[in-house]
């Protein structure tokens, strides 16, 4: 059985998504495309083999060539989306954020329970990534005893200058927010944000670095540095600690080079080369799935409540205060 994507937003990741889907994950193709930017959603119409370019998202996840949505447009769109392919009851895959806000986030839940099953999976591909499988089954296994601390690095080489304080937050450790949470196995209960001297490499309205404290249900503490503008690469790091041992993640080497008497380990230029098989593992997961009529990811709940968390870490970051965190009861169909 192949099941006939449909992809909304045919910018980076669209393009990055489609391109797999049509040629590496086994089950799938892509039918249909459709972008504000008609001369893009063409162009990758034809990338990708020739799909039907649509005028807009609705006619797409309307149409009888899509059995399968993914919303890979801009944020601000992706709860109008998501509750079309709902109320056509659809599948759809819906990129990180699930909605920029908690009251589209909620609506889009409450589409959901009142359709009676999931259809919504969030693009949170860390999950998938093998390096953080391996330090939550050390955690599950009980090898490293009960989690205490867990640590995590994000930094990135450089960003444009539309990048805002705020958008650490809410474009970047969102991923933080959704491993920490998923290791973890429980909610996030507060936030602070301390603000790092800056970097001089950094354009003057953006607070680079940034640090966050978050604390967890039980009383673990997940630290979180990102840094926009490190320069040298793109460098994920988490280091779970627990009372028996620690567990960690090693960036992936595929080459090391030894040159004027020093080795050299390759850092990956950018999140598409160091999530590249998380991505590929996190689409064809979702494509097996829906061939035995399963929706497996991370669910709207997830997409939520990293919203959430979100929203009140820009608190955090105005304020500089520690923000405790609440949530709506969750609906049985996420439990
Ligand atoms: P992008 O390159 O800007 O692509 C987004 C595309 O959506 C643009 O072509 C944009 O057109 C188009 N668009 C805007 N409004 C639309 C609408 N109403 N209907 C259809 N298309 C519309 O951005 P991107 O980097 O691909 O990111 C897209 C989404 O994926 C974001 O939510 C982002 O956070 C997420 N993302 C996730 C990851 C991850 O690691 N999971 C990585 C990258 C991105 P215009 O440019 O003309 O506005």
Redesign the pocket.
Known sequence: MTIRVGI???????LDHGNKLVNVINGSTVTAV????KT?AAEVAALLGGAKVFDN?HDLINSDLVDAVLV????E??AEYTLAAIAAGKPVMC???LAPTTPECEAILAAEVAHGKRLVIV?F?RRYDPGYKEVKATLDGGKIGAALIMHNVHRNATVPESFTSFMTMT?SMIHEIDTTRWMLGEEITSVQVAPPKRTSKAFPHLQDPQFALFGMESGVLSTSEFFANCQYGYDVRCELVGELGTSSLVNPVVASSTIAGQDADMVPPD?RVR?GPAYTAELQAWITGLGKGEIVGPSAWDGYAATRVTEFGVQAVKTGQRVEIDYIEKPALYR
Request: a negative charge; glycine letters at 22%; aromatic letters at 12%.
């Open positions: 909304i937003g045919t910018g980076f990741i669209g459709t972008d504000v930017n893009r998202g890979c447009s801009i944020g769109t992706h990129e990180k954020p693009g591909m474009d999140w999530f």
